[in-house]
């Protein structure tokens, strides 16, 4: 089987790195997905996303000189978008319990702060001469 650009084949994850996930095409073929085509979202670890042996699809973006193939994940899986109204989904924590854990942490960062720059100076009430 030729592997064409733009063409959308399954594949296999055989091996997972820092910057992506080797994909085992049909003929024993290998490409690789960048971890920046892995998905929508931002992706800090591919691993988040996928583990070997998973069966996936994906579409070939490139194939240079070398024979090195180049693979998206994201773009053989277009995002499905509603016709018409979207439902939103209520937020799991409300505002004002965000808004006191914020002002909870800012609270303490400022206290942390305050320690710090007091040492630095020698301590709340020394005098200045």
Request: charged share 35%; hydrophobic share 35%.
């Amino acid at each position: 089987m030729a592997i064409d650009v733009g063409s959308i084949v399954e594949g296999v994850v055989t091996g997972i790195t820092n910057f992506g996930a080797f994909i085992e095409l049909p003929d024993r073929v290998t490409g690789l997905v960048h971890i920046s085509e892995v998905a929508d979202a931002y992706v800090k670890d591919v691993r988040d996303y996928l583990k070997e042996q998973d069966h996936v699809k994906v579409k070939v973006i490139h194939v240079d000189e070398k024979g090195k193939i180049g693979l998206s994940i994201k773009q053989a899986n277009p995002p499905v978008r509603n016709v018409g109204r979207e439902r939103r989904l209520p937020p799991t924590v409300s505002f004002e319990d965000k808004l006191a854990k914020f002002i909870k942490d800012s609270d303490e960062r400022q206290t942390e702060f305050r320690r710090a720059t007091d040492s630095k100076r020698g301590g709340r009430g020394s005098s200045r001469s």
